[in-house]
């Protein structure tokens, strides 16, 4: 009986998958992008640190981070945890808002006809507010609150933590060039959304984004302090770049037009990440090369240089796909790579039509149909088009993932006075082999390796860890999906 009942299910299971093949492996037009796009966004609600809104989504989470700045007698409560652990990473963090800040310029109408963007700008103004605060000083520019050894050595959530919260900062003899252009960048980018919502605000911010890139290029030096977890390997040019681009794209002056012409460096990459945005800045920049700006004709080059390096099918390719078809850039946090190109191919595929354009890789032309066609299968791959037919967003679509690696979703909710023995916090909640005790909603994790295997268990971190960047990057595609102009 019981024999008979297993065989009885494993039958159904295998026609089960052959139906959701036929549904969603071959159309993907199964999937419900909009919930995808707003589960995308609860996911950064997760990160907030500081006094939450009474307004939140997530029931589990509380205020957390409250004397964050005290020991260097500053205020720094709030802004985002990157990832799984409760540390606050000033490059990341910034890398999230400008990321976000693109997607909600470029793709306003299908955020908005999603209803979404309400949830999109106070997403944004969780990360500016906090870098208002971060930026009081000319020239001083707050980048860590939290120590990453000893945090990384207690498995607590953040409301309660206990560890140190360790300030850091650079200023002009301890320079940082990628994390103050990279916070310039959010900025400035941040002010074109707030634009048309709140004029003083966007006008604080575009300020700010100004002085620290004047600070980021009169005060040049690699900040080794987010060392090991966000040393810069790429170095700041690409920051430099990318600031720059936002700066000009967010106040039109002549400055910054002279900076893109004369002094800002630029390489051909096949990459888009926290550490590197040269692809981003030349994507952008190609639209005012489109528009006529022929000084920009070396970013269009190497916006083509990233799609034909990207594309499987250009002579040029350069990149490794896992067997089912998604970009395996390297282990941990692996699909900020697949986001990051979605959200590349997307937009520059948006501008190729606008604009009637082509990209010729060794005279192979492709046009915004290839390249829109490669960014969804980027993101249907992430929600449920692979070949382990599971979804690698939690709380999405078919089997996903129950064991993120993340303090504040596997630790159940405790009183808040509640003190935690970080020894004994990996045995009760780390190692155990059972779900979360709360779904961290929207979260893409790092996802499966390069030959799509994927292992669900909290302790696998470089693929079930999930990062605020992964997200915002997929924020721009997902919306382009939910609008059905895809
Ligand atoms: C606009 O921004 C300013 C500066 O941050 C703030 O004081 C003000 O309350 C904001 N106004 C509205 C309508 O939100």
Redesign the pocket.
């Known amino acids: 009986m019981g024999f008979l009942l297993r065989g009885f299910a494993a039958v159904s299971l295998a026609w089960l998958a052959i139906i959701q093949g036929l549904f969603i492996g071959v159309g993907g037009a199964g999937f419900n992008y909009k919930d995808a796009l707003t589960k995308s966004i609860i996911f950064l609600e997760a990160q907030r640190s500081g006094k939450l809104p009474p307004n939140g989504r997530l029931p589990w989470r509380g205020d957390s981070g409250m004397d964050d700045g005290k020991l260097a007698g500053v205020d720094l409560v709030g802004g985002y945890y990157d990832a799984g652990d409760n540390v606050k990473y000033g490059l990341p963090m910034a890398f999230t808002v400008t990321t976000l800040s693109w997607a909600a310029i470029f793709y306003n109408n299908e955020i908005r006809a999603a209803g979404e963007m309400d949830n999109v700008l106070s997403a944004i103004k969780w990360g500016t507010d906090y870098f208002l605060k971060a930026t009081l000083k000319k020239n001083d520019l707050y980048v860590q609150v939290g120590d990453p050894v000893q945090d990384h050595a207690c498995w607590v959530r953040p409301e309660n933590m206990k560890t140190p919260r360790t300030v850091l900062k650079i200023d002009e003899s301890h320079p940082g060039s990628e994390i103050a252009a990279e916070t310039s960048a959010a900025m400035a980018a941040s002010s074109i959304v707030f634009r048309g919502y709140?004029s003083?605000?966007s006008r604080?911010l575009l300020n700010k984004a100004k002085l620290l890139f004047v600070f980021a290029k009169s005060h040049k030096g690699t900040y080794d302090g987010e060392c090991p977890f966000y040393c810069s390997f790429s170095g700041y040019n690409d920051e430099l770049l990318w600031a720059a681009t936002w700066l000009y794209k967010a106040s039109k002056k002549s400055e910054y037009l002279k900076y893109l012409r004369e002094e800002a460096i630029s390489a051909a990459v096949n990459e888009f990440s926290w550490d590197l945005k040269y692809a981003g800045a030349q994507i952008i920049l190609s639209e005012f090369f489109f528009q006529g700006d022929k000084s920009f004709e070396t970013f269009k080059k190497h916006a083509d240089s990233y799609i034909c390096s990207v594309l499987p099918d250009s002579p040029y390719s350069q990149i490794s796909l896992t067997p089912g078809g998604m970009i395996h850039m390297r282990d941990g946090a692996n699909t900020q790579y697949v986001t990051g190109a979605a959200m590349l191919f997307d937009v520059y595929g948006d501008l190729l039509a606008r604009f009637n354009q082509k990209v010729d890789c060794g005279g192979k032309q492709f046009d915004s149909t290839s390249l829109l066609a490669f960014g969804k299968k980027q993101m249907d791959y992430i929600l449920g088009s692979n070949p382990e037919g599971r979804s690698y967003m939690v709380g999405f679509g078919i089997n996903p993932p129950k064991q993120a690696h993340h303090r504040g979703a596997s630790v159940p909710v405790l009183p808040p006075d509640e003190v935690v023995s970080c020894a004994m916090s990996f045995v009760n909640w780390f190692t155990k082999n059972v779900p979360n005790a709360n779904e961290l909603t929207g979260a893409i994790l790092g996802g499966p390796d390069r030959y799509d295997k994927f292992t669900d268990k909290r302790w696998t971190s470089s693929m079930t860890e999930p990062c605020t960047y992964i997200n915002s990057l997929a924020v721009g595609p997902l919306a382009k999906l939910a609008s059905h102009k895809a």
Request: charged content about 25%; aromatic content about 24%; cysteine-free.
């Open positions: 709140n003083t605000y604080r």
